[in-house]
């Protein structure tokens, strides 16, 4: 079965600081890994995939097939960061793909 | 070019009554989604399409049914409300061959 574990409901940071958002996922196959943003009252959306190995407003995140995990780290963390950041899984279930959520965690960047 | 839009923004429900959420997108996207969001479950999957005049059930159907009758629009009906179906709904679409999912502003509902 395919599952994203996401340990940390909320990580405080105070402005700087580094930051590491952690990621598990469960899959058999070859997994397509994303992270999603949602900020204040906004919707949802794609803050970088894996096979797109870019930096997106100085986050980075890097596949670890051997610990399949896929944490999503910047060296200095910034208040406008802060968020609800969900880890999410492409998986391809009877040849239809979708996406499968961690339960998120909520980045609180303070000044 | 408005992306995901979704209708209402917010609706407040007694229990056993009906509504219908609208999720429309012009990017002539193949699939569309709709999610709900509860805290610390993460955004389930509900129901999803595949295209026009098809839909297949999602990880938590029981109490909604939905209908895409135009590629651009993908409904999402529950007719009779539960107060367990207070959440917020997310709508998403995208297009064949991308695996990135575009989402809409989601839609608050309150049932009392």
């Known amino acids: 079965a395919q599952r994203v574990t996401q340990p940390e409901k909320l990580l405080s940071v105070f402005k700087g600081a580094p930051v590491e958002l952690k990621c598990n996922y469960s899959?058999?196959?070859?997994?397509?890994l994303f992270w999603y943003v949602q900020y204040s009252r906004q919707r949802l959306q794609l803050l970088l995939r894996?096979?797109s190995r870019e930096s997106i407003k100085g986050f980075t995140a890097d596949l670890n097939k051997g610990e399949t995990s896929f944490h999503l780290k910047k060296p200095f963390a910034q208040e406008e960061d802060s968020a609800m950041y969900y880890c999410?899984?492409?998986?391809?279930?009877?040849?239809?793909?979708?996406?499968?959520f961690g339960t998120g965690t909520r980045l609180l960047v303070s000044p | 070019n408005a992306g995901v839009t979704q209708t209402p923004k917010f609706r407040v429900l007694k229990t056993g009554q009906s509504m219908t959420l609208l999720c429309a997108q012009d990017m002539n996207h193949e699939y569309m989604y709709w999610y709900r969001q509860d805290p610390g479950m993460g955004l389930r999957l509900i129901h999803y399409?595949?295209?026009?005049?098809?839909?297949a059930k999602g990880e938590v159907p029981d109490g909604y049914n939905v209908s895409r009758l135009k590629k651009q629009n993908f409904l999402l009906g529950l007719e009779s409300a539960a107060p367990s179906q207070t959440s917020v709904y997310f709508c998403?679409?995208?297009?064949?061959?991308?695996?990135?999912?575009?989402f809409g502003p989601g839609t608050r509902l309150l049932v009392l």
């Open positions: 399409s595949v295209g026009e005049g098809t839909t």
């Open positions: 998403a679409s995208r297009t064949t061959g991308e695996e990135t999912q575009y």
């Open positions: 894996h096979i």
């Open positions: 899959y058999s196959g070859s997994p397509e």
């Open positions: 999410a899984l492409s998986s391809m279930n009877t040849g239809f793909q979708k996406l499968v």
